[in-house]
């Protein structure tokens, strides 16, 4: 009867050693497709971050040749201004002188007519 006992325990501590041992082959096989699943999602991960990171790259050397282009594109605007500045400054010197010239042509142009009715005026005596 202990024998029989015994015997059933065994089978019965058998069966739960036996039952833990799959039960721990399929957490190891769980812990392992876990395990790869990681590996990959990592791989994946670094390949997303140099694919983000080529092209955050590639904007910033793409905006800096815009920066470049547009700093150029200042300076000849400002050359431009200086230029346009010089020459309206010349105009307006170039007016200015036009006009006193021709306010010194008027001067003469009415004292001549004042002499010419001046003449007129002793020819008639």
């Not at 080529?54 to 200086?82: C, G």
């Not at 105009?91 to 010239?101: G, V």
């Amino acid at each position: 009867v202990d024998a029989a006992r015994l015997a059933d325990e065994l089978r019965a501590e058998q069966e739960v050693a036996q039952g833990a041992e799959r039960g721990r082959k399929n957490l190891d096989c769980q812990v392992k497709d876990m395990q790869t699943k990681l590996d990959e999602a990592e791989t994946l991960a670094v390949k997303g971050g140099k694919k983000v990171t080529s092209r955050l790259e590639q904007k910033i050397t793409d905006l800096e040749t815009q920066f470049d282009d547009e700093q150029r594109r200042l300076v000849e605007a400002q050359k431009s201004q200086r230029r346009t500045d010089r020459r309206i400054k010349e105009l307006t010197f170039s007016q200015e002188e036009d006009n006193k010239n021709h306010e010194r042509m008027q001067e003469l142009v009415d004292k001549l007519q004042s002499k010419v009715k001046n003449y007129k005026k002793q020819i008639e005596e």
